[in-house]
Nanobody
């Protein structure tokens, strides 16, 4: 599976962005998907995950109520809708694919990673 993330950019605090992650390969619908982010000088952290079926989603506490992860298996794409953005959301965002939903919030559980898309939120 190859992943291509897009949709990042510069936005003012309170604004919105939608990230997309397009996957190649016929088995996309069998993978659970996650979004992680890494801010300058910090470790990569979990943001959101969605099970292969789309029926289960999970979020890190700091984005609950603001971010929504979704997927369109017909388009081999996973999305991250980000609303009410804050300066602390500034980071490079990575999408990733996992064969299992176990340990969905841990980077080691993911088999494939996209190249990242940069999000900058100005105050």
């Amino acid at each position: 599976v190859q992943l291509q993330a897009s949709g990042g950019g510069l936005v003012q605090a309170g604004g919105s962005l939608r990230l997309s992650c397009a996957a190649s390969g016929r088995s996309f619908s069998s993978y659970s998907m996650g979004w992680f982010r890494q801010a300058p000088g910090k470790e990569r952290e979990f943001v959101a995950a969605i099970k292969w079926s789309g029926g289960v989603t999970d979020y890190t506490d700091s984005v609950k109520g603001r971010f929504t992860i979704s997927r369109d298996n017909a388009k081999n794409t996973v999305y991250l809708q980000m609303n009410s953005l804050k300066p602390e959301d500034t980071a490079v965002y990575y999408c990733a694919a996992a064969a299992s939903y176990r340990d969905y919030n841990r980077a080691y559980a993911y088999n494939y990673w996209g190249q990242g898309t940069e999000v900058t939120v100005s105050s």
